[in-house]
């Protein structure tokens, strides 16, 4: 089956550390994006890249970091500059660089211990 | 960007009932705005879109309604079912940005 995969569905973070999460899509869709969810919130956008080794900052990219060596694959670091980290992550893809029609993995739920 | 919002942040409804989830946004330059389901613990799910040219579109059992001249975005469910409860996001795209914008969210919730 054709999808985007998130994985972990939880994390902790030490203070100081760096974490990865790890988004995956089988769907050869060109566009991806990670999404920043806070309790009661919207959707905030931190970064996306609409092709392959180009990425673009979002609205709130300070604190991460992300890479796109690969189609399929669009990981998020949150660095220990991010001194705000827990909340729900979510990793979205599109067909192409026009963002319609985003379809989203099922989240990285990270926590600071 | 400019932000979309929703009106309502929680609406209660019973079951069979009809449910009308509104969005308002202030882009004038918005030209597509979709809508987003959210269940518990899940990612977003796509329910049904519309684009700037159209005032109304039909999927089944939802219905949106896109009034240009007040810049409001509607979302309606026919005999809303328990499996509807859930929060849904409104979210816009202009033509120069191709980066959809979020709302807050409306939770919905459908009593048995």
């Known amino acids: 089956d054709g999808g985007i995969t998130q994985s972990p569905k939880y994390l902790f973070r030490k203070e100081g550390q760096n974490v990865t999460l790890s988004c995956e899509q089988n769907?050869?869709?060109?566009?991806m994006y990670w999404y920043r969810q806070d309790p009661g919130q919207g959707l905030r956008l931190i970064y996306y890249?609409?092709?392959?080794?180009?990425?673009q900052k979002g609205d709130i990219a300070e604190g991460y970091s992300v890479s796109r060596e690969k189609k399929e694959s669009f990981p998020l670091t949150v660095t220990s500059a991010q001194k705000n980290p827990t909340a729900f992550y979510l990793c979205?893809?599109?067909?192409?660089?026009?963002?319609?029609?985003?379809?989203f993995g099922s989240g990285t739920q990270l926590s600071v211990l | 960007g400019e932000n979309v919002g929703l009106h309502l942040p929680t609406l209660s409804v019973q079951e069979g009932d009809n449910s009308i989830i509104n969005c308002a946004y202030s882009?004038?330059?918005?030209?597509?705005f979709i809508w987003y389901k959210q269940e518990s613990g899940k990612g977003p799910q796509f329910i049904i879109d519309?684009?700037?040219?159209?005032d109304k579109r039909q999927g089944q059992r939802v219905t949106v309604l896109l009034n240009k001249t007040v810049k409001h975005l509607s979302l309606q469910i026919a005999a809303t079912q328990p499996g509807d409860s859930a929060v849904y996001f409104c979210?816009?795209?202009?033509?120069?940005?191709?980066?959809?914008?979020f709302g807050r969210g409306t939770s919905l919730i459908v009593h048995p």
């Open positions: 769907l050869n869709h060109d566009a």
């Open positions: 519309i684009r700037s040219n159209m």
């Open positions: 882009n004038s330059a918005s030209d597509y």
């Open positions: 890249s609409q092709i392959v080794n180009d990425f």
């Open positions: 979205a893809s599109s067909i192409d660089p026009i963002g319609e029609k985003l379809f």
């Open positions: 979210a816009d795209i202009s033509g120069g940005s191709y980066i959809p914008t």
